[in-house]
């Protein structure tokens, strides 16, 4: 079947919810767009309305579902016509289950439960879901399928409205004080602290055995060697990470240590997302005089600027280099 086809032959409510879907991602990822009011617009829709419809319509695919004759023996005469303004209280009701589910499957998976995952994880139940759900409404005869008319739906729901009873009403506000309470978990559940968004720096050397470790760093002659920069990313986003390593000659009057101006060793970009690490090996310089040398890794995020120093640095670490070639030492400092 082409392309065109199976798009044709999708209903007017799975072609809408298609779109959204793409535009609610592409809103979410987007430069420029991901840090508008429209991302949020979109992402609150697409998350408390998108899932819930898309598995309302796989389950309901009927104008009118039948409903079994004991069951109206039992409960007296019930209206078996599912109306628009049902749907759409059944899908805000089912939605925030199901991505606390996915939510919840992520975090048990190997990956990380990221807003990219819960993206693709979301889409991918939609798409899915669409898919079903089209394909059960295409095999019912055409009288008997639900079709989403906007304009009667408008005037259904107004009306509907206008007819709800006193003890529909509090039945509504107690139902959305539910959605509410599990729409204030799930946030909180998704959404990282200030404090848990982080980024470790830090050095590894060899340890003889082909290991790497973080510490007893053993230069060889003039200082020369190589070193392991570690960077782990845990901002709960993709970032552009600047690493700058400075050679600094470093003097003692016996009780200060000074580092004086020295000279830039190597600049290089790193890109993570976020619980991905990387690791890009150094190699140590010579000294160019006897004495002790300070090695300066600084990280930031983004651009660096002119003068790089450990103060305008996000993260920064530094090793001390002896003039006898010895061991050094490594100090990491995770202050921001």
Not at 191 to 206: A, C, K, M, V
């Amino acid at each position: 079947m082409r392309p065109s086809t199976v798009v044709r032959s999708l209903p007017i409510d799975m072609k809408i919810i298609s779109v959204f879907t793409l535009l609610a991602t592409g809103a979410a990822i987007a430069p420029g767009v991901s840090d508008s009011p429209i991302r949020l617009v979109l992402g609150f829709v697409y998350v408390f309305f998108v899932p819930g419809y898309v598995l309302t319509a796989v389950l309901f695919p009927r104008t009118s579902e039948p409903v079994p004759d004991e069951f109206e023996s039992l409960l007296g005469p019930i209206d078996r016509n599912f109306t628009g303004l049902e749907r759409g209280c059944l899908s805000v009701g089912l939605s925030i289950p199901i991505v606390a589910l996915l939510a919840l499957l992520i975090s048990a998976s190997p990956f990380a439960l990221s807003l990219v995952v819960l993206l693709v994880a979301l889409g991918g139940f939609t798409l899915l879901g669409t898919a079903v759900a089209t394909r059960r409404r295409l095999r019912l005869p055409e009288e008997n399928r639900f079709e989403l008319d906007l304009r009667s739906g408008w005037r259904e729901a107004i009306a509907g409205a206008a007819e709800i009873r006193s003890d529909r009403i509090i039945n509504v506000l107690l139902l959305l004080s539910v959605l509410l309470a599990s729409a204030s978990i799930a946030y909180a559940a998704t959404t990282p602290r200030d404090n848990q968004e982080y980024t470790r720096f830090y050095l590894l050397s060899g340890n003889g055995g082909g290991e790497l470790v973080a510490d007893n760093y053993t230069a060889g002659p003039n200082g020369t060697g190589d070193v392991v920069v570690g960077i782990e990313n845990h901002e709960y986003e993709r970032v552009n990470y600047s690493t700058v390593v400075l050679l600094r000659p470093v003097t003692t009057d016996g009780t200060s240590t000074t580092a004086e101006p020295g000279r830039e060793v190597l600049r290089y970009d790193t890109t993570l997302s976020h619980n991905e690490t990387g690791r890009t090996r150094v190699d140590v310089p010579p000294t160019d005089r006897d004495g002790d040398y300070r090695l300066e890794f600084l990280l930031y995020r983004g651009d660096v600027p002119g003068d790089p120093t450990a103060e305008s640095a996000y993260r920064h670490t530094h090793l001390l280099l002896g003039a006898s070639g010895g061991e050094g030492s490594e100090e990491v400092t995770t202050d921001a």
